[in-house]
């Protein structure tokens, strides 16, 4: 976690990031010249002088001679005025000196005694030594390697990488500053001249004296603003002012020191006391950053604040105090000869040692959780001693079988076939070792170092596979929400479902709401908009997203006050998104671990596997929900339809009345279940019969009931026996188109049979006329079609209709259909026609009303060959005796 600063305004992150750039330039090119140059150093070393003797940086006197210039007449205190003829103006000549002079090169050395006077020596330079006597090459190159090249990289990177993706945030920079450290401890300036020289040794000193201040700002500022600094504010900035102010008047100096040192002792003594000073301030330095760590493990906010300064603390007094024993203490016991092994051993182990601070650093300011200092040592340790045990073990093994296999081999002049077979058995032996048994054994160590990781991995592998089989959602919520809270110890975890365009509550553990803390699952104002930052977030990447508020992304950072106090209420940690195929079906909030670590990568890949099966499982689920009671509706509507439908027959005639001298039949089939088309037959008080037929606009139930209107109408105007049919039209139009919508309709015909006069008296409505089929003398047929009438019924409040009246003769068949019936048509859309059903009546007219009814229902099926018809067919037939 990098704790963020005080919200002031920030400058840009593209400038930041500019002047991270600026700064790997410079720290990487440091670090990369400095190794280039220690190599070189090392691999030529016969090309390469060993510098005769050392001066003091700011009084030029000699303060160590080496053999080879104590022979020429060099000794400690001698003031050096000039090399090879040229007076001597500081460091730059001289690093000029050692990189271009080679071994058997004469040195000319002007120098000053102590007692004044002058003189002169030529000293004949000499191979750099290779590595101390009696330590290996190899073991000295290792050391060079690790400490010089391969440390200060990886803490170089690590530092670029955290200020790169945290460009805003100061404890960012302070981090990337120590972590540059090692690269000025252990990489130095090398060969380097004029300019080159010039960059370094500007880069090295203000590396040098920055380290200390970024330390005691890093106390200040991680991974919380220190108490003691909000309080007196003006202490950090006590120490780091006159540091400033002697960086500022040492630079020029340190130009002077390296390229034209005077031999002034004035000048010596300010150098000295400048950097006494700044020594001194960093010292100061780094008590103020005990002072503030050590106040912070006890007033720090959270316990994960208090883990972090544990594990800072522990690392930092083991890394820096090892360092400050090995290279500080020790010399005042006399322990500083590199000449001897111990000594170069001791050192080697306070340099490895050392590396515990950076690597700490990265720790606590990287994790998002840090674990306790106590708990890293006990299984770091455990797991590395079963590591090195397993290892003795495989190289036991190894060298068991070379001494009984291998050697008896190399000792023979002469191999045999058994020789072979025992080569054989060793390399079987050795790769059935290291791919077979060691790796099992390493897998039982991790299985035992990181139980409950792979408890973990197993249980939700397992739940991933379960929540597949679900068909409810409730149980599969339960299941999900119970076995990770479960499975990764976490106190809360929270499902939101989408309903609509909200997230809804919809499971929880652990989460409570209200004043006094009480659970409410049904808790219907926890709510989520789908249009909520977090929501499009994880709709947008569907991956998982953190959220840990001391370090905010930019998805928190976008969210409302009302979405943050909703996160805050169900305490999220985790949000894992619940996908279907096309949408976001739900969210997973997951609450801190108890042990209060954060979740791994291990972790997030499992719980997002179990995520994405159960927003799998949860649009199944809807779909089989949403199947199931539409099924459901369409079994109500299909039952309600057959009531409909049962209604609707028991309103068509139930038996035909006996005419004298006529028969009369009529049927209705519905194109749907209910249709609109009506007829009807009843008998009036006056001996006539009454006939009936009509078409309502529209389909189904609606038609329906606009059909059982007109029904009901036409039953109460005609319980008069109204002679006057134009008048009783007239009263079934305004009764129908008060009980309808302005939209409906009904086409309607009616008439009354008196069987005494054969006399027919009708009205049509808008209705398909009427046909009555006639012979004639000549044996042919006469189609008299009944069009008197007026328009549709219900459409309009007020209608003018007209009546008509004819005689029937014997013989007469009168048809009355709906358009079902002239109008049914073939797979090609070709209709039947009012001709074809003229014919197909004329042919069967000498029979029975039913029989021709039946025989024209027939005609029109084989016409139509099967083909579905859209609309009901009605047909009423009055048949008169010969």
């Not at 002079?101 to 330079?125: I, K, Q």
């Not at 060793?426 to 390493?442: D, P, S």
């Not at 007026?790 to 009168?814: F, H, K, N, R, W």
Request: hydrophobic fraction near 45%; charge should be neutral; charged fraction near 20%.
């Amino acid at each position: 976690m990098v704790a963020s600063s005080m919200k002031t305004r920030n400058p840009s992150p593209n400038l930041l990031r500019a002047l991270l750039a600026v700064y790997v330039l410079a720290s990487f090119s440091f670090w990369l010249t400095g190794v280039i140059d220690m190599w070189d150093g090392d691999l030529h070393w016969n090309r390469h002088i060993q510098a005769p003797f050392s001066c003091d940086d700011d009084s030029l006197k000699i303060d160590e001679v080496r053999p080879e210039a104590k022979s020429a007449g060099l000794a400690t205190g001698f003031r050096v005025t000039g090399l090879n003829g040229a007076p001597n103006t500081g460091k730059s000549q001289w690093a000029e000196i050692v990189s271009e002079e080679h071994p058997g090169d004469t040195l000319d050395v002007e120098f000053v005694r102590p007692d004044g006077s002058s003189g002169m020596a030529t000293v004949t330079l000499v191979t750099k030594r290779r590595s101390p006597s009696g330590i290996s090459v190899w073991a000295v190159r290792s050391q060079r390697f690790l400490m010089s090249s391969l440390l200060p990289l990886i803490c170089l990177l690590i530092g670029y990488w955290v200020v790169f993706s945290k460009p805003l945030l100061r404890n960012a920079w302070l981090l990337l500053v120590l972590l540059t450290a090692p690269s000025v401890i252990w990489v130095n300036i090398g060969y380097a001249t004029g300019l080159g020289l010039a960059l370094r040794a500007f880069w090295y000193n203000l590396l040098q004296m920055a380290i200390a201040p970024a330390l005691m700002f890093f106390g200040v500022y991680f991974p919380e603003r220190s108490r003691i600094d909000q309080r007196l504010p003006w202490i950090k900035w006590l120490v780091v002012g006159p540091i400033l102010i002697g960086a500022v008047a040492l630079f020029p100096l340190l130009y002077l020191e390296y390229f034209a040192a005077p031999p002034n002792p004035a000048f010596a003594g300010i150098c000295q006391q400048i950097e006494k000073m700044i020594n001194a301030l960093n010292l100061a330095c780094v008590i103020l950053y005990l002072i503030f760590t050590l106040d912070k493990l006890r007033s720090a906010s959270t316990e994960d604040a208090r883990r972090r300064l544990r594990v800072l603390t522990t690392g930092m007094f083991i890394g820096v105090g090892s360092l400050l024993f090995v290279f500080v203490l020790l010399p005042h016991f006399g322990i500083d000869n590199s000449d001897r092994p111990v000594d170069f051993w001791i050192r080697t182990a306070g340099s490895i040692l050392f590396t515990i601070a950076p690597f700490t650093l990265a720790y606590v300011v990287l994790v998002q959780r840090a674990m306790d200092v106590r708990v890293i040592v006990r299984t770091g340790t455990r797991y590395l001693l079963a590591k090195a045990f397993l290892y003795v073990v495989q190289s036991a093994l190894i060298f068991l079988a070379t001494w009984l296999l291998l050697l008896p081999i190399f000792s023979k002049k002469q191999s045999t076939a058994s020789d072979v077979a025992a080569g054989a058995v060793f390399l079987m032996l050795v790769v059935g070792l290291r791919l077979g048994l060691a790796k099992r054994a390493q897998d039982w160590i991790d299985r035992r170092f990181f139980r409950e990781a792979y408890n973990a991995e197993v249980v939700l592998n397992e739940l991933s596979d379960e929540v597949r089989r679900f068909t409810e959602t409730a149980p599969l919520l339960e299941t999900v929400v119970r076995r990770v809270a479960e499975t990764l110890h976490v106190d809360q975890v929270a499902m939101l479902l989408r309903r609509g365009e909200f997230f809804h509550l919809q499971q929880s553990i652990g989460v409570s709401f209200g004043s006094n803390g009480t659970a409410m699952l049904n808790a219907g104002a926890l709510v989520l908009p789908a249009q909520a930052s977090a929501v499009r977030y994880l709709a947008s990447t569907n991956e998982p997203a953190r959220l840990y508020r001391d370090d905010p992304d930019a998805w928190y950072l976008m969210a409302g006050m009302s979405e943050r106090q909703f996160l805050d209420t169900i305490n999220a940690e985790l949000l894992l998104p619940l996908p279907g195929r096309n949408r976001l079906m739900g969210v997973m909030a997951l609450g801190p671990k108890r042990s209060e670590a954060a979740y791994t990568q291990a972790d997030l890949h499992m719980l997002q596997t179990v995520a994405t099966q159960t927003g799998l499982a949860i649009e199944i689920s809807e779909l089989a929900r949403s199947l199931a009671t539409e099924a459901a509706q369409r079994e109500r509507v299909n039952r309600e339809i057959e009531i409909a439908r049962e209604v609707q027959e028991r309103l068509f005639p139930q038996e035909m009345p006996q005419l004298p001298g006529a028969t009369i039949a009529g049927a209705c089939r519905p194109a749907l279940g209910v249709g609109g088309d009506y007829y009807d037959v009843f008998e009036l008080t006056d001996g006539r019969t009454g006939l009936a037929i009509g078409d309502v606009s529209g389909k189904g139930i609606a038609a329906a009931l606009l059909m059982a209107s007109l029904r009901a109408s036409l039953r109460g105007v005609t319980l008069d026996n109204p002679r006057d049919f134009a008048n009783l039209m007239d009263k079934v139009n305004r009764l129908v188109y008060e009980a309808s919508a302005s939209n409906r309709y009904a086409t309607f015909f009616f008439a009354a049979y008196d069987p005494k006069t054969r006399q027919l008296d009708c009205v049509n409505a808008g209705h398909n006329p009427p046909i009555i089929l006639r012979r004639r003398a000549d044996g042919g047929q006469d189609a008299i079609r009944l069009e008197a009438g007026g328009p549709v019924v219900g459409l309009l409040p007020v209608a003018p209709y007209t009546e008509e009246s004819i005689v029937l003769e014997p013989g007469d068949v009168l048809l009355l259909y709906t358009d079902g019936i002239s109008e049914a048509m073939t797979h090609e859309d070709e209709e039947w026609g009012e001709d074809r059903l003229i014919e197909a009546a004329s042919r069967v007219r000498e029979r029975p009303a039913t029989e021709i009814l039946v025989s024209i229902f027939e005609a029109a099926d084989r016409f139509t060959a099967g083909a579905p018809q859209h609309d009901d067919m009605t047909l009423l037939v009055l048949k008169l005796d010969d």
